[in-house]
């Protein structure tokens, strides 16, 4: 079993930054991959960003791609999600995810209940 906890989120203006944080529970934190998608007000939930284990391999929806920066610090069981540049259309509720599989799909075991984003333009 895996808790996480999302945090960080908030209101900013188009081209800020913020960062991301989700702090995972258990001592298995390492053996996930993690992921960070997002919900749209009145969208479904997309994929943003995802990290293998060793934190070695990282992949990123296009949308994103050049400006969101995931990483992980499996000493502190925590991964992150830096977003650059930031834009309306990123505003969302952002979650991260868990899973043993690294993947880009939505098919993650663990959920954490997620941190809203809020870009003005």
């Known amino acids: 079993q895996v808790q996480l906890v999302e945090s960080g989120g908030g209101l900013v203006q188009a081209g800020d930054s913020l960062r991301l944080s989700c702090a995972a529970s258990?001592?298995?934190?390492?053996?996930?991959?993690m992921g960070w998608f997002r919900q749209p007000p009145g969208k479904e939930r997309e994929f943003v960003a995802a990290?293998?284990?060793?934190?070695?391999?990282?992949y990123y929806a296009d949308s994103v791609k050049g400006r969101f920066t995931i990483s992980r610090d499996n000493a502190k069981n925590t991964v992150y999600l830096q977003m650059d540049s930031l834009k309306p259309e990123d505003t969302a509720v952002y979650y991260c995810?868990?899973?043993?599989?690294?993947?880009?799909?939505?098919?993650?075991?663990?959920w954490g209940q997620g941190t809203q984003v809020t870009v003005s333009s």
């Open positions: 258990g001592r298995t934190f390492s053996r996930y991959a």
């Open positions: 990290i293998s284990q060793s934190g070695g391999s990282t």
């Open positions: 995810a868990a899973t043993p599989i690294v993947t880009t799909t939505i098919k993650y075991d663990y």
